[in-house]
């Protein structure tokens, strides 16, 4: 893999013990096609296909597909399921409809970020007057999320399925995923608002689309059965769908700047500190798990945040590297990579609040030499054909 577009193997080992490596439904057929396969949050994926520069720019100008089946997929199901993970998150999901989701995060007693995840509320059955959603979450921290989500939801009715396992997820990304995918799909793709979703056929069998995705690009995510989904797989790959792997993933979601759990946030970090306030819902929500230590660092006054940096020259800042000032180390950095679509090399940093403004200049340590960067706005990158929320 080339030395600009280097992608972690895996997220902290902490977050979980080590296992013997999990093979998702399409793992023979990445084999297949030669891709090269690494351990990542405990499962065997494909890190490239074509090549990471290639495959990011079919991303970025047609349309490229990801096997992404090693997410955690819980399917919560009970009687004021709404009302009953409100506590759970800062966001407020009373306001979600039917077919619509949340991107927010989970969050321990002192406010760090446990995990973050996205909801898709599904509705209310008419007969039993139970509501059902499904919850998707970080690979590395599946279990122990599914440990702690349960454990909060003790002693009520509420039911988590975990279809880790058993269901295979692919995310078809760019601005060509609604033409080829559309072929595939009995329902209208174009029906499906930015951030909703529905229960669909593929094949003559069940799918949940959702148009949401890790790439800043327009795109839908399915989750079907495993033979499906090899199913899907072949027929996108007939359609010209260019197959896509870890790597490049992670060069589109740092231009877009999406954060990655266990290196942009961690249980160390704040929804406050990596500039995640507007999932915060302080107006319209009761309390919540963390909430007190927030309203608290709200008043005050965060001491650092988490900042977009672009290089001065090609130099790639990588993450565990030292931010400094004046020769002073004053922050570190938590993604980074010479962006294809740019040509820039670019990067997040946490870094004290003084130094965080926009237009900040600062120094970053690689292998004994500073360069030169500064603080530029986020995201790196906007689509121009992404629908709007």
Known sequence: ??????????????????????????????????????????????????????????????????DISHMGKFILIGENLIETLQPLVPSDLSRLQPH???YTVLLSEQGGILDDIIFYYQGEDADTGCQRGVMIVNAATCSRDKAWISAQLEPTDITLED??????LIAVQGPEAVSKLQPLVSEDLQSIAFFGHLNATIFGHPAFIARTGYTGEDGFEIMVDPEVAVQLWRSLL???????????????????????????????????????????????????IGRSVLERQKAEGVSRRLVGLEMQGRHIARHGYPVKVRGEIVGEITSGTLSPTLGKA??????PKDFARIGQSLDVEIRGKTYSASVVKRPFYRSTSRPQK
């Open 1 to 66: 893999m080339a030395k600009s577009t280097e992608v972690q193997n895996t997220e902290p080992e902490h977050l979980e013990p080590k296992q013997p490596l999990s093979r998702t439904p399409l793992y023979d057929v990445a084999v297949e096609l030669k891709a090269r396969m690494v351990p990542f949050a405990g499962w065997e994926m494909a890190v490239q296909f074509s090549g990471i520069n290639k495959e990011h720019e079919a991303v970025r100008s047609q349309a490229g597909m990801f």
């Open 100 to 102: 619509q989701a949340q």
């Open 163 to 168: 279809l880790t396992k058993y269901q295979a």
């Open 238 to 288: 007939e359609a010209g769908v260019t197959p896509c792997g870890l790597g490049a993933r992670d060069t589109l979601r740092l231009e877009a700047a999406m954060a990655l759990y266990g290196q942009d946030l961690d249980i160390s970090t704040t929804p406050l500190e990596a500039g995640l306030n507007w999932l915060i819902d302080w107006d319209s929500k009761q309390d919540f």
């Open 346 to 351: 670019i990067a997040l940093a946490y870094v």
